[in-house]
């Protein structure tokens, strides 16, 4: 019966194929060739602690790394090339583990980097996250060739910008599609930690108040952070990992954030909607509490890339 | 045979997020185009069909983040009868609509973020027609 089963799907399957591949037009035709069917594309069938909607939700969410590099920039603090990770011993990452966490700490790299316009370290980066990107086998959706024309002749920065950035996205879209959230949660985890490193090292050198106050925010997203790693607890090294980022979270429980709700104003400003929300919100934050978060950052940060 | 089954469903899964990666990814960047002086953060596809009853919708959560302004545009899929109805949202609380109270659609949406948290973009399409849209989130360089 089961037999049978498999027989009558695997008909359909390959009738519904066929249908599509012959009603495709000429242009938008793609290779079979080009079509990677991932080892673990049917997971491992245990259970998750939260459903995978509710992990697509959490991941989505973690901030993006660009938004913390723009507001870096915007406070006027210059680019520091020393605070990037280095690419040299990327051939040592010999595991997807390896390779998804700093994949995701070079994307924030990335991001950093081309926000500050700094076209010519961009090459080296990307060299990395190209080949990190293909040991995943998620290569196919990081648009090298464009990417690194765009940063040689320095043109177009916000293409450039919006190629990375999309790039990350679709990777990241495809990896939950197609049943590797674990790789995706650790792509998003360096991102985060990186995104982290990069404030907490400016705020070490100058403490700008916006970017202390956006670190602090963090705390927000630590918890949902945990939870999607907590999902992947049989992996003895998302359990090792989960016991770093508690670390983080612990120094986050003397952080206090409170808000006072006012009503949003709304008008329209050439064929816009522009809504100003006349929230406030206060942070309660310690000189000895942003240092602990500044110092587990980094402890956490090194661990990570010397794994 | 169950092993050849498992490859050839992979080889079809494939061939789907392929397909429907080379569709929406041209809406996407043809959106992208136009969000002006704003620098894109994330992209949202959105596919629903017709219903007669109340029209259906979809919900994205997006954590926020305070001092930002940020911009939601909307580009509707050509072939498909619906103009995407886009609001945002801060828990139940509407804070602004690309529909004006007329009818008529607004090219985008600002957001001057100052608290920090989750808020949701609801998108429907316009009395229940089928429709395909792309939103994309992205901040306003200030």
């Known amino acids: 019966m089961r037999k049978n089963w498999y027989k009558i799907v695997f008909i359909s399957i390959v009738g519904i194929s066929l249908a599509q591949m012959s009603c495709t037009g000429d242009g938008s035709k793609k290779k079979l060739d080009d079509i990677e069917i991932p080892e673990d594309i049917f997971g491992d069938d245990k259970p998750l602690l939260i459903s995978q909607e509710a992990m697509e939700d959490i991941i989505d969410n973690i901030s993006s790394p660009v938004e913390m590099a723009a507001l870096l920039k915007s406070t006027g603090v210059p680019f520091s090339q020393k605070l990037l990770a280095s690419t040299d011993n990327i051939d040592d990452l010999n595991t997807n583990f390896k390779q998804a966490l700093n994949l995701g700490i070079l994307g924030c790299d990335l991001g950093y980097l081309n926000m500050y316009e700094k076209t010519g370290s961009v090459i080296n980066n990307m060299t990395a996250i190209h080949s990190l990107a293909n040991e995943l086998r998620i290569g196919q959706f990081f648009d090298f060739s464009t990417i690194k024309r765009l940063a040689t002749n320095n043109e177009n920065l916000d293409s450039l910008m919006y190629i990375s950035v999309s790039s990350f996205n679709n990777m990241d879209l495809y990896l939950r599609q197609s049943n590797r959230s674990n790789i995706s949660s650790l792509i998003v985890t360096g991102m985060w930690i990186e995104g982290m490193y990069l404030a907490t090292q400016v705020v070490k050198e100058k403490p700008k108040k916006d970017v202390i106050e956006r670190i602090a925010d963090q705390k927000l997203v630590l918890n949902d952070l945990i939870l999607i790693l907590k999902n992947y607890k049989g992996d003895s090294k998302f359990v090792d990992l989960v016991i770093e980022i508690e670390k983080i979270k612990r120094e986050y429980d003397a952080v206090k954030i409170t808000y006072e709700m006012g009503e949003p104003e709304a008008k329209e400003v050439d064929g816009m909607l522009i809504i100003v929300q006349n929230d406030k919100q206060y942070i309660d934050i310690s000189d000895e509490t942003l240092t602990s978060i500044i110092n587990t950052i980094q402890d956490v940060r090194n661990k990570i890339i010397n794994l | ?142």
């Open chain 2, 1 to 142: 045979m169950k092993k050849l089954f498992k490859i050839i469903l992979a080889l079809f899964i494939g061939f789907q997020v392929n397909q429907t990666f080379a569709q929406s990814d041209e809406l996407v960047n043809v959106c992208a185009l136009g969000i002006g002086n704003a620098t894109y953060l994330k992209d949202y596809k959105f596919k629903i069909p017709a219903s007669s009853v109340s029209p259906p919708s979809l919900k994205i959560n997006v954590i926020l983040n305070k001092g930002t302004m940020y911009k939601i545009t909307v580009c509707n899929a050509e072939g498909y009868a619906g103009e995407a109805v886009v609001k945002l949202m801060d828990n139940a609380t509407v804070l602004g609509s690309n529909m004006k109270a007329d009818g008529s659609f607004l090219k985008a949406i600002g957001f001057q973020c100052e608290r920090t948290g989750m808020y949701s973009i609801n998108v429907s399409f316009k009395n229940g027609k089928d429709g395909a849209a792309v939103a994309i989130l992205s901040y306003i360089n200030m």
